[in-house]
């Protein structure tokens, strides 16, 4: 089909399952009426033609009785004849001419007056060449249809003449044509009726198919329960069955993939525990030291109160210190409910820049943040969002040469909150750039690097809705940019969402 066709196709399904059945419809009746009517037409015409014979035998008897009784002079044929003729016109209505013609062709009696011959079936030496009884039907000279017979008059093996006998065919014309009105209006009602109960039977079928697109429209992958369809037996409910069968499944894929997917971001938290462990550890051995130290001193001069009071304060002080960073790492490392809510990035930087700071200074790399004041909030998991800042951190750190400088700035810039990391350690390749978001992808030694952190960091600012990028070149350092979208704006008390 052309594409100009497939143009004046119907979209719908309905619109086409309708023109398909439409035309094959209209198509099989117009051939069973076709077959039909000419079936009848051909009965129709054969009896015609049947009762002209009869009549134009029941005619030639006494046509032929008067011939013979002329023969023999016995009376005067062409007055009999005559009025035989006009006695059977009008007994017969239907009869348009009668002509009788003697062997050599002159007319014997007619009832036409008219100079020219009424006769339809040739000219006269065609019709006296006739030997058998012989119908036509055709139009006459003044536009009416015809049936005409033409009968050898004979009595045993001689010929009087010839009967040419024409009736009127214009009723079997409008009857023909009457009953083929009767059965085109037939078929368009019976195609009609048909399209009618398929309209309302697609109707019925496509509203249910209506309802289970809504209902996967309004599908809530995270809540629980689902649509509820009617009970049907057929293959439409069967639809509506495997329908909720594939959200269950989907339901269970989903809570494995979210329970996977948390398993890996602890894991990667852990990693990144363990590269905090080295300049953890010293923080924590500091204190302790200082500890054992006091405890040795007083152990040594229980008797002097001013000297274990001043050593039990200083005691109590690093321990203080080394609990707060304990707490931080546990604080990191715990497992909690993820769920996002209002986030105030600038705080999130901060945390983190504490928490590594220890790394930071153990590998002579200086921090600097640049943090915009004015910094709305973002939507997105608090913990996830404090992941993602220590993994580009610990990132640029191992990327950084000892006294490098790693700078952390916010600010809002086209209606998103960015975050930048960047450091002038040696930079990544073209080649590396390309698959630097891979899982398992790694440029540290064995046993330095999962390959998963940046994987991880993308995919949660992502589900934030944000976006995470890198422009890098080697030796000219690497920034890394995190995109949050800011949440939309309360409405106004007039009901108008306020302008930004």
């Avoid at 209902?215 to 409910?237: K, L, Q, W």
């Avoid at 997917?261 to 923080?283: C, D, F, P, T, Y």
Wanted: charge should be negative; aromatic fraction near 6%; proline fraction near 5%.
């Amino acid at each position: 089909m052309s594409p100009r066709g497939r143009a004046l196709l119907p979209s719908g399904l309905r619109g086409r399952i309708l023109v398909a059945v439409a035309l094959t419809t209209t198509l099989t009746m117009m051939l069973l009426s076709w077959g039909m009517l000419y079936s009848w037409r051909a009965s129709l015409l054969q009896q015609e033609e049947t009762n002209a014979l009869a009549i134009s035998r029941a005619f030639s008897v006494a046509v032929v009785d008067a011939l013979i009784f002329a023969d023999q002079d016995l009376y005067q044929s062409e007055g009999f004849l005559d009025n035989y003729v006009r006695m059977f016109m009008e007994e017969n209505p239907r009869l348009r001419a009668v002509t009788i013609l003697e062997p050599g062709g002159r007319v014997a009696a007619r009832s036409w007056e008219s100079r020219r011959p009424p006769w339809i079936s040739g000219d006269l030496d065609q019709i006296m060449a006739v030997n058998i009884p012989y119908t036509a039907i055709t139009r006459g000279q003044d536009g009416d249809w015809l049936l005409e017979t033409l009968l050898p008059l004979r009595t045993g093996d001689r010929r009087w003449g010839m009967l040419v006998m024409d009736l009127e065919a214009d009723s079997i014309r409008h009857q023909i044509r009457h009953s083929f009105v009767q059965l085109a209006l037939f078929s368009i009602s019976v195609t009609s009726i048909l399209l009618l109960l398929l309209w309302l039977m697609l109707s019925r079928i496509l509203h249910s198919l209506g309802m289970l697109v809504s209902a996967m429209d309004a599908v809530d992958f995270s809540a629980a329960g689902g649509p509820t369809f009617p009970v049907r037996h057929d293959e439409i409910g069967l639809l509506f069955r495997r329908f909720q069968h594939m959200k269950n499944r989907l339901d269970q894929s989903r809570a494995d993939v979210l329970t996977a997917q948390k398993q890996v971001w602890h894991a990667e938290r852990l990693a990144a525990i363990g590269r905090l462990a080295s300049g953890l550890a010293h923080e924590i051995n500091n204190p302790i030291n200082g500890v054992r130290n006091c405890i040795y001193a007083i152990r040594e001069d229980l008797d002097n109160k001013e000297q274990t009071v001043e050593y039990l304060g200083m005691m109590d002080e690093g321990l203080t210190s080394a609990s707060a960073v304990l707490t931080k790492l546990l604080g990191f490392a715990r497992k909690q409910q993820s769920g996002s809510g209002p986030v105030q990035l600038n705080e999130a930087v901060e945390s983190v820049t504490r928490l590594v700071h220890f790394n930071l200074e153990r590998s002579q790399v200086r921090l600097m943040t640049d943090l915009d004041p004015q910094l709305p909030r973002v939507v997105i998991d608090a913990q996830l969002v404090q992941e993602v800042i220590m993994n580009l951190v610990l990132n640029a750190n191992d990327a950084s040469a000892p006294g490098g400088v790693i700078t952390v700035q916010t600010r809002q810039q086209d209606g998103q909150v960015v975050m930048v990391v960047r450091d002038e350690g040696h930079g990544i390749s073209e080649a590396n750039l390309q698959r630097i978001f891979d899982p398992f992808f790694t440029t540290k030694e064995p046993g330095e690097g999962t390959g998963l952190g940046l994987s991880i960091c993308q995919s949660i600012v992502e589900a934030a809705g944000g976006t995470l990028a890198v422009e890098s070149s080697p030796g000219k350092g690497s920034a890394f940019s995190m995109r949050l979208p800011l949440p939309p704006l309360p409405p106004a008390p007039d009901g108008r969402t306020p302008a930004p």
